[in-house]
């Protein structure tokens, strides 16, 4: 997109913003729709008359997916050396501490519920400067937004092929002002009033000028809040007549504004993780990497640049020319629909059911709603049998089951068994036919677990290029080792640097492979993990079960699958092998002694 012709920038985005909205109204009906659904809404479609009565299917196989399981983050060269292996590592350290510093749990939660219902989620990714941790400048804020605040560019299904996206937030006035600068008064008067009480709308448009780099707009109302042609660019003050900083201005009248910065140039030596030393100054080279001249000149790095959209879409399944993937509660709105009529009508014949008595016209009683209060007093010579009951009530045996049917249709579109819902089932008869009840209904559910790991993949590669573009210090991250202990580890965007000789410059190795590891954090099979555990144990594959050490393995196996009560036996075991081995030193020593003590007397 090409707007440097353009003036009125806040109406182009306004009318764009507004147009691209109209053309997705459709979806968002729909959206609405599937939200009502989950919620329990009566209405029925293709009727004015609402239902009396819901069950709410939707609600309860939706609410019975989801998963408090967060991918483990894995990292890969795309080409193997021991220094690409290091940074891969140190991509994995971080993304997982991150895992832990941000409120991932919280977010999960809501992206779970929002994929099932929606048909996917939205996450977006923001780089703070304002957050300062350990003496480290900047950081990452994370949100989890509902289809229904991303605006996309009409007819493009996916994010990196968009030109233009939107997204929006109802947030306070004061937050507004208080994170772009803007006086409170101005956010009062011009903006967009939005959804919730005392709230404003904030609408943040990022669109791709000529080059392919990421442009961002923000406005509320009439309000700019700030307008970025080059997103992920550093920005210097710059003087346009002598185009040099401001602190190396010499300029009679100069006239600064805001430049990109494209380079970096050090002022002193940078050390690396790996022993390396990025040296402050460097040979004087042309283009082609050739020598000019003799001296040196400070070394020029370059400043990494993001080229995408800081927006990751989660997909429930893929759905052909579709944005985001097929949601569960249309799939099963036709048998939430029919259950919701089915129980009405249940409803409906217990209320209009009823016992009318059977009296004789001379019988003398009265009749109430008492019970047990009526005496009947036969006179001599009469029948009881001229007196009786009329039961009208009609029998719901025929609805309920085919409301249970229609429940069990639902399940089986989703793929979920009685097992994986928490309800009790007969028909698996063993723990291993449970199992396998449990692997079946899991398998069904493996394309939805995969699209959650592609889209944690995505996320995580954001997180690294905003850490390479932004991250001037070093960055303190922990992990866990193979035996349990906890490490500490730096993230240091400067290990990512590498020198080309052709050209003689530096540039950033961003070229690795991102996934998530699959083994790193099972939620679902946890039970299954203490068991193979254990069984391991007891075959010997560990080493000798009686071992000090083998079971000090065993237990950081459990610990690692979450096992309760796990560390307390690690901090065991590891004090009497410590104890142990004390002890051994000490005959050892004692032993040497005599033994010395010995030959003495012998030479005497």
């Not at 009565?53 to 019975?64: D, Q």
């Not at 035996?483 to 580890?489: C, D, L, R, S, V």
Request: net charge negative; with cysteine.
């Amino acid at each position: 997109m090409n707007l440097s012709q353009i003036k009125d920038r806040l109406g182009y985005f306004k009318e764009l913003y507004r147009k691209s909205r109209d053309r997705q109204s459709a979806l968002y009906e729909k959206l609405e729709r599937h939200r009502s659904q989950y919620k329990g809404s009566r209405t029925i479609d293709g009727s004015s008359t609402p239902a009396s009565v819901v069950r709410n299917i939707t609600y309860e196989l939706i609410e019975s997916q989801v998963s408090t399981l967060i991918p483990t983050p894995a990292a890969e060269a795309k080409h193997y050396t021991e220094a690409s292996d290091r940074c891969a590592k140190a991509i994995e350290y971080l993304c997982a501490s991150l895992r832990r510093e941000l409120p991932f749990e919280k977010l999960n939660d809501m992206d779970e519920r929002y994929t099932y219902i929606y048909g996917g989620s939205v996450w977006f990714v923001e780089w703070d400067a304002s957050l300062k941790k350990d003496g480290a400048v900047g950081g990452i804020r994370l949100s989890c937004l509902s289809p229904l605040d991303f605006v996309p560019e009409p007819g493009v299904y996916e994010v990196e092929d968009m030109e233009y996206c939107f997204l929006r937030f109802d947030t306070s006035p004061a937050d507004v002002a208080r994170r772009y600068g803007v006086p409170l008064e101005r956010i009062v008067s011009l903006g967009e009033a939005g959804d919730e009480p005392d709230t404003v709308e904030l609408v943040l448009a990022f669109w791709r000028n000529d080059e392919g780099y990421v442009c961002a707009f923000a406005f509320s109302g009439d309000a700019v809040l700030f307008d970025v042609e080059d997103y992920y660019a550093r920005k210097g003050e710059y003087c346009k007549r002598c185009k040099k900083r401001r602190s190396l201005c010499a300029c009679e009248k100069p006239h600064f504004a805001s430049m990109s910065e494209e380079e970096e140039f050090l002022t002193q030596d940078v050390s690396l993780t790996d022993g390396r030393v990025l040296p402050a100054l460097s040979p004087r080279l042309d283009e082609r990497g050739e020598l000019m001249g003799e001296g040196l000149a400070p070394t020029a790095l370059p400043y990494y640049r993001p080229r995408r959209f800081p927006i990751v879409i989660r997909k429930n399944t893929s759905e052909e020319k579709s944005l985001f993937g097929q949601s569960d509660c249309e799939f099963i709105r036709p048998q939430q629909q029919q259950i919701n009529k089915i129980e009405s009508r249940i409803l409906e014949k217990l209320m209009r059911s009823g016992v009318t008595p059977i009296l004789p016209d001379d019988a003398e009683m009265t009749l109430d709603n008492s019970i047990f209060g009526q005496i009947i007093k036969l006179r001599t010579g009469d029948e009881k049998e001229r007196y009786g009951i009329l039961d009208t009530t009609p029998s719901i045996a025929q609805d309920i089951t085919q409301s249970d049917r229609l429940y069990e249709h639902a399940k089986r579109i989703l793929g979920i068994t009685d097992t994986f819902v928490g309800v009790s089932d007969r028909t698996a008869t063993s723990g291993y036919a449970k199992q396998v009840q449990i692997e079946q209904s899991a398998g069904r559910l493996e394309s939805k677990r995969k699209m959650k790991q592609t889209a944690y993949a995505e996320l995580d590669r954001i997180l690294f290029e905003y850490h390479l573009a932004f991250a001037d210090e070093s960055r303190a991250v922990s992990y866990k080792d193979a035996f349990g202990k906890q490490k500490n580890a730096i993230f240091n965007r400067y290990d990512f640097i590498v020198y080309r000789p052709e050209t003689g410059k530096y540039e950033y190795n961003d070229d690795f492979l991102f996934s998530v590891d699959l083994g790193g954090g099972v939620e679902q099979q946890r039970e299954e993990l203490w068991k193979r555990n254990l069984e391991n144990l007891q075959a010997g594959t560990l080493g000798d079960p009686s071992d000090p050490a083998t079971l000090l393995h065993y237990w950081l196996s459990q610990e690692r699958a979450r096992y309760p009560y796990a560390k307390e036996n690690v901090e065991y075991f590891r004090a009497r092998i410590k104890e142990t081995k004390e002890k051994g030193e000490a005959y050892g020593e004692a032993h040497e002694f005599y033994r010395e003590l010995s030959q003495k007397q012998k030479d005497l």
